[in-house]
């Protein structure tokens, strides 16, 4: 079992950065791969980026390919997010999600993964 907690969201001018933390408990989470989603106001939930559990190797959404990096922190059980030149579009909760396995094929389906945090607010203003 592993647990989540998103850390980090907060409100932005566009073109400003935030670094999103997810805090894991769980003594194996260092072999869960990591991915963050985020659901704005009435839109589904859309994959953001993964990272696999050894770190080898990253995934991105087209549309935050460039801005933002995905990365994690094994010796203290986090991931994180940062998140650069921000726009008003990337303004949703955030949600870090966790998996013991994670497909080259299908990271990017919420379904792929089977822990989930509480989510964090992020609002870019322009």
């Known amino acids: 079992q592993v647990q989540l907690v998103e850390s980090g969201g907060g409100l932005v001018q566009a073109g400003g950065s935030l670094r999103l933390s997810c805090a894991a408990s769980?003594?194996?989470?260092?072999?869960?791969?990591l991915g963050w989603f985020r659901q704005a106001p009435g839109k589904e939930r859309e994959f953001v980026a993964a990272i696999t559990w050894s770190g080898t190797s990253t995934y991105y959404a087209d549309s935050v390919k460039g801005r933002f990096t995905i990365s994690r922190d094994s010796a203290k059980n986090t991931g994180y997010l940062q998140m650069n030149s921000l726009k008003p579009g990337d303004t949703a909760v955030y949600y870090c999600?966790?998996?013991?396995?994670?497909?080259?094929?299908?990271?990017?389906?919420?379904?792929?993964?089977?822990?989930w945090g509480q989510g964090t607010q992020v609002t870019v203003s322009s």
């Open positions: 999600a966790s998996t013991t396995y994670l497909s080259d094929t299908f990271y990017y389906l919420s379904g792929s993964f089977e822990y």
């Open positions: 769980g003594r194996t989470f260092n072999m869960y791969a």
